[in-house]
C-alpha cells in the first residue's frame, strides 16, 4: 500500500500563487510517475500534470506556462507550484502515484481561487 499525503492549498487571489505537497509512504518501491488531478464541483476529476522519477513531465494544455511539476525521489515527494492562478483553477487537488498496475490517491487538497 501507497500512503499519499497533500498539503498547500488554499484561499488565494486571482493572479496569485500556490505550491501544492504530496509525500508518499508505504510501499513505495516500484512508482514510475506521480502527477495532480483536479475536480471542481459538477465537473470530472481531469489531468493537470504529471512527472516520472526520471523527470519527465506532461502538463494539461489548460495549465501549461502558469503550472511546474516537479519531485524530490530523495523525499518522495511531488510538487505542484501554481502561479498565475485564475478562479476556473478553482478545485480540489488529488495527488496520484502509478505503481503499476495499480494507482493510488491522495484525500485531495482545496483550492480556492476567489477575489
Known amino acids: 500500500q501507497v500512503q499519499l499525503v497533500e498539503s498547500g492549498g488554499g484561499l488565494v487571489q486571482p493572479g496569485g500563487s500556490l505550491r501544492l505537497s504530496c509525500a508518499a509512504s508505504?510501499?513505495?518501491?516500484?512508482?514510475?510517475?506521480m502527477g495532480w488531478y483536479r475536480q471542481a464541483p459538477g465537473n470530472e476529476r481531469e489531468f493537470v500534470a504529471r512527472?516520472?522519477?526520471?523527470?519527465?513531465?506532461n502538463i494539461a494544455g489548460s495549465v501549461k506556462g502558469r503550472f511546474t511539476i516537479s519531485i524530490d525521489n530523495a523525499k518522495n515527494t511531488v510538487y505542484l507550484q501554481m502561479d498565475s492562478l485564475k478562479p476556473e483553477d478553482t478545485a480540489v487537488y488529488y495527488c496520484?502515484?502509478?505503481?503499476?498496475?495499480?494507482?493510488?490517491w491522495g484525500q485531495g487538497t482545496q483550492v480556492t481561487v476567489s477575489s
Open positions: 496520484n502515484a502509478h505503481l503499476p498496475p495499480a494507482e493510488y
Open positions: 508505504g510501499s513505495i518501491f516500484g512508482i514510475t510517475a
Open positions: 512527472i516520472t522519477r526520471l523527470g519527465s513531465t
